[in-house]
């Protein structure tokens, strides 16, 4: 494990090793120019490659972190060569491994506490954070989703549905838990590409709005409805919830509360209440944080995902959601966890993503194609392993006598 040559870098990867001796081994080779490299394990061949390309990724590989690993990657100061699953797996055990060489308990990179005031929530700011998310290009998201673009957890519910049926179930898991019938209003907020806005009118037969922030979701959700017949049934608008005034017998909320900010989840629901007919429903559907100091304020995506991905994104305990929908006025009816479908939903994004690197590659800047790449794979680990869960969570308003509510859940898997 000894490096030949001197340099910072050959001090940087040193130290590394150093940190590394007697602790883990790792299938893992770290070159960098004019040298051949060293194995930070005993293998015949790597599982992964680094290639060192300045001091700034040789000081990324001396202190390692999530955090450090993915910024050098994506700024390109670090490139590897392998499976997706492999460099992400040997990301966490580099990262797990403290300056003394014991391996630090727990998972890295779990939350990071993170205040965010509700100002950074502006109709303007958070208007400008949808965007730079979203509106990468819409034929970059089409390779790597499912035909009708959902961007949130799918439902496997036997677990061997492809990517497409999964998301299809989803959409009427939701609109049947939400009793949606023929006839009635439905307000989508965040409706992304319309899927399930289509969906609830041409199975349900629902009147909907779908509202959106971003303009590349706007301008082809709108295509879509046109190109259903459905402009009759189905209004897409680009607007932000706070300036929706109608009512509406249903209210679906998929994906957003992570955008809404925790200081501001008693008013996002406190204006869904507003919105719902006496007798309405909603159904909020989000990823929450499993962190246990969940009385602080986080963003649970930690600093990469913060930087990079979801500017302004917080990730609410589920315990905050229920609590924030009671203050609000709405009375929390059934709580479901679906970790282990998204876990499988990312797996497939990622898998596909690998599939279509080459294609992606030429669609965006190197940078962006580096951050969803490393984004996407990041994710599926952090649901396998219990830093985040996503929860829907179905509501009406606060109130209203026993008798209105169903005896059993028979009803959401008729």
């Known amino acids: 494990m000894s490096v030949a040559t001197s340099s910072p870098i050959k001090a940087s990867i040193d130290q590394l090793v150093e940190r590394l001796r007697n602790q883990i081994e790792l299938p893992v080779l770290v ?4 040298n051949d490299g060293v194995k930070l394990g005993r293998f015949d061949t790597p599982s992964v490659i680094v290639d060192v390309q300045n001091a700034k990724g040789a000081a990324a590989l001396a202190a390692p972190s999530l955090d450090s690993l993915g910024t050098a990657y994506v700024e390109g100061n670090l490139d590897v060569q ?3 699953q492999d460099i992400l797996a040997t990301a966490y055990q580099l990262s797990q491994v403290d300056d003394s060489g014991l391996v630090k308990p727990g998972l890295i990179g779990r939350v990071t506490k993170k205040v965010i005031d509700s100002a950074a929530h502006s109709k303007g ?9 979203y509106d990468v290009s819409n034929a970059f998201y089409a390779e790597w989703l499912d035909p009708a673009m959902l961007y949130s ?25 939400a009793r949606l ?22 199975k349900f037969g629902a009147r909907c709005v779908g509202i959106t922030l971003s303009q590349n979701q706007y301008d082809l959700a709108t295509e879509r409805v046109r190109e259903a017949g459905l402009q009759d049934q189905v209004e897409i608008r680009l607007q932000d919830y706070r300036d929706v005034t109608d009512t509406f017998d249903r209210v ?6 992570e955008h809404v900010g925790l200081a501001n989840l008693e008013q996002y629901f406190r ?25 602080g304020a986080t963003h649970g995506g930690g600093d990469f995902i913060d930087r990079y991905v979801f500017p302004d994104g917080e990730l609410p305990h589920i315990s905050k959601i229920l609590h924030a929908m009671q203050r609000s006025g709405l009375e929390p009816i059934d709580a479901e966890s679906l970790r282990r479908h998204y876990a499988q939903t990312l797996r497939c994004w990622s898998d596909t993503f690998e599939a279509k690197s080459e294609k992606l590659r030429t669609m965006v800047a190197d940078k962006t194609w580096r951050i969803w790449r490393m984004y996407l ?21 606060a109130g209203q006598h026993s008798d209105t509510l169903p005896r059993s859940r028979r009803w959401m898997y008729a």
């Open 31 to 34: 070159r960098w120019k004019g």
């Open 82 to 84: 392998g499976s997706v």
């Open 125 to 133: 700011q958070d208007k400008a954070d949808i965007q730079y998310h």
């Open 153 to 177: 957890c799918a439902y496997f519910e036997n677990g061997d549905e492809t990517l497409a049926q999964a998301q299809t179930k989803k959409l009427d898991h939701i609109l049947t838990k």
């Open 181 to 202: 019938q023929p006839g009635q209003r439905l307000l989508d907020i965040g409706c992304g590409w319309g899927a399930l806005v289509l969906r609830a009118a041409q």
């Open 252 to 257: 679906t909320s998929i994906g957003m509360c």
């Open 271 to 295: 204006i869904i209440r507003d919105r719902l007919a006496p007798d309405g429903w909603v159904l909020n559907h989000n990823i929450t944080t499993c962190a246990p100091d969940h009385e």
């Open 377 to 397: 794979v990041g994710c599926q680990w952090a649901f396998e392993n219990d830093e985040v869960s996503v929860f829907q969570v179905l509501a009406h308003r």
